[in-house]
């Protein structure tokens, strides 16, 4: 899980908040993981399913933020 994390917190920091994929991503947050440390992960799917806890607490998290895609057009 730790290796998640720190994979999740490199690829964020490639984005730099532009999905290249031809659709949006989802910036996930879980504020229970790592002893309430809180961690991040990258979904292409808006409901939350959590990599830090399974099926414990599948569903734990929230999204805090959308990597849109590149050819996402804003109105």
Known sequence: ?????LMS????EYLHGESP???????QFC???????GAIWISEDKDIL????GDEMLTC???????HSSEHVQE
């Not at 504020?31 to 440390?37: E, I, K, R, S, T």
């Open 1 to 5: 899980r730790k290796a998640f994390f």
């Open 9 to 12: 917190q490199s690829y964020m």
């Open 21 to 27: 994929l031809g659709h949006d991503l989802y910036l």
């Open 31 to 37: 504020p229970m993981a790592f002893d309430n440390a």
């Open 50 to 53: 959590n990599p830090y806890f």
């Open 61 to 67: 998290g929230m999204t805090t933020d959308i990597l």
